[in-house]
């Protein structure tokens, strides 16, 4: 059974940097692509960032192109997320996926329990 793990969030400060990371386990982990998607409450789950498995091909949504990074390991089943320029707005629960293709909901097979980002003003 495929397990997913985030780590990392906390409370930051308006234009500080945060680094989250997300570990998956399981027989098939390797076989998927890797992403994140966040959620504010009240809102629906929004894509945030993703990586092929296979190309290294990059997906980052328009809300946090240029300030956010996508990076992967693939040896240890390993995502992480580098925000920089954080803005209050990037507040919501984090939340680490995989799926063949990672972009919307709707191709997430696995998802992680969240993890708390906090940008305050």
């Known amino acids: 059974q495929v397990q997913v793990v985030e780590s990392g969030g906390g409370l930051v400060k308006a234009g500080g940097s945060l680094s989250l990371s997300c570990a998956a386990s399981?027989?098939?982990?390797?076989?998927?692509?890797m992403g994140w998607f966040r959620q504010a409450p009240g809102k629906d789950r929004e894509f945030v960032a993703s990586?092929?498995?296979?190309?290294?091909?990059?997906f980052y949504g328009d809300s946090v192109k240029g300030r956010f990074t996508i990076s992967r390991d693939t040896a240890n089943n390993t995502i992480y997320l580098q925000m920089n320029n954080l803005k209050p707005e990037d507040t919501a629960v984090y939340y680490c996926?995989?799926?063949?293709?990672?972009?919307?909901?709707?191709?997430?097979?696995?998802w992680g329990q969240g993890t708390q980002v906090t940008v305050s003003s």
């Open positions: 990586k092929s498995l296979t190309g290294n091909r990059l």
């Open positions: 399981g027989r098939s982990v390797r076989t998927y692509d």
């Open positions: 996926a995989l799926g063949p293709t990672i972009v919307t909901t709707r191709q997430v097979k696995y």
